[in-house]
């Protein structure tokens, strides 16, 4: 077997310092640990901790990207912070013995990684993983945290969305149609937020249950695999990550790609270029989306909610530099933001 070495190879391809595998005998709970990066000075590496997939090699490259996302968010936010990413492989039920597990696997890095519930856990879970760890944020507010970091990623979103409006499309947030996949914790808070605005909304979802709840609310809901053909101003990917390839870009008919999911380019720099070829311009995510990582470290320094929607105001800063770069340098969105922010 030429397992370890095959490991160092990926390791050395992606860039990243460390990959953890990890497995509790007793619940069978297995888990990915992805370290894409270190801080410079005395600190952790941070990213969310997901429950998805069932094979093992998807979960590792869900990580190995995710890390990478996280390692770009702190350069945006500014922050001696690393990037790392978990995965716990979601072939087991959520019981509170195996919940717990995931707490110890945490606990087991010391402080290295300081982790966010992410897809697939909810606020109860973490609140079972907590007993077992102290290195968890997005806990709920009567666990004296600061809540879903989903809310303050659309807040963020919102204040890159009027950035984009008025520098790109020469017209106001409210005057723009947007088109959403994924309604759940980010799109579904991103999908109110627009209405509030005034802005026309299409959105779906895999869960009929939220589709009911956003038509309630203004949202024009459409089949999920009708979302990709929306012509809208902006498409807004919120759930999953590698939805965008040469198929599905292929039926986009918006002007602009912003979404709150990471890694929506299953190729990221060759996805561009596809969007770029169609006319349609495509908005870094880890520029974007930014807000929830900027939450949970608020939470962590103990800050409030209210400072944390605050600050999401620097996601319009951030936005303005990569529009200004990439014009001044005549380079694209991506290439504008991977080299004002440090990026692999």
């Known amino acids: 077997m ?11 391809e992606s860039g990243c310092r460390q990959i953890t595998f990890h497995l509790n005998p007793k619940t069978r709970m297995k888990a990915i640990l992805v370290v894409d990066s270190l801080p410079s000075e005395k600190g952790s590496a941070s990213g969310g901790t997901r429950f998805a997939h069932t094979d093992p090699d998807i979960a590792l490259n869900d990580a190995l990207k995710l890390a990478r996302a996280m390692t770009r968010k702190s350069k945006v936010l500014n922050v001696n912070e690393g990037g790392a990413k978990a995965v716990i492989i979601a072939d087991k039920p959520k019981t509170k013995e195996m919940l717990e597990s995931v707490g110890e ?9 300081k982790t966010a519930i992410d897809m697939g856990f909810n606020l109860k879970d973490a609140e079972v993983i907590s007993t077992k760890t102290e290195f968890i944020d997005s ?22 969305f009027e950035v984009i409006c008025k520098k790109m499309l020469h017209k106001e947030l409210k005057d723009c149609s947007i088109s959403i996949q994924g309604l759940g914790a980010v799109g579904g808070s991103l999908a109110k937020k627009l209405i ?5 909304v299409i959105g779906t979802d895999t869960n009929k249950e939220l589709c009911i709840k956003f038509e309630k609310k203004g949202v024009n809901i ?4 009708e979302i990709f053909h929306q012509k809208v101003d902006i498409f807004s990917p919120c759930a999953f990550g590698g939805i965008l390839d ?3 870009i292929s039926l986009l008919r918006c002007k602009i790609v912003a979404g709150g999911a990471n890694n929506p380019l299953i190729i990221e720099k ?4 596809k969007l770029l070829e169609k006319g349609i311009l495509f908005i870094p995510e880890f520029v974007l989306n930014a807000g929830g990582f900027l939450q949970a470290l608020v939470e962590r320094s103990g800050g409030t909610i ?17 529009i200004d770069f990439s014009e001044k340098n005549k380079v694209s969105l991506l290439e504008s933001s991977i080299r004002l922010f440090g990026g692999k």
Do not use: W, Y
């Open 306 to 322: 209210e400072q944390a929607r605050e600050k999401s105001k620097i996601i319009a800063d951030r936005i303005n530099e990569v």
């Open 196 to 200: 509030e605005k005034g802005c026309k």
């Open 270 to 273: 060759k996805g561009e270029r």
């Open 222 to 225: 459409v089949q999920p695999q």
């Open 246 to 248: 040469d198929e599905t």
């Open 2 to 12: 030429k397992i370890a070495k095959q490991i160092f190879e990926i390791m050395n």
């Open 139 to 160: 806990l709920s507010h009567l666990q004296k945290g600061l809540g879903s970091t989903g809310e303050n990623t659309a807040e963020g979103m919102i204040h890159g």
């Open 105 to 113: 696997f945490i606990e087991t890095q010391r402080g290295l990684f």
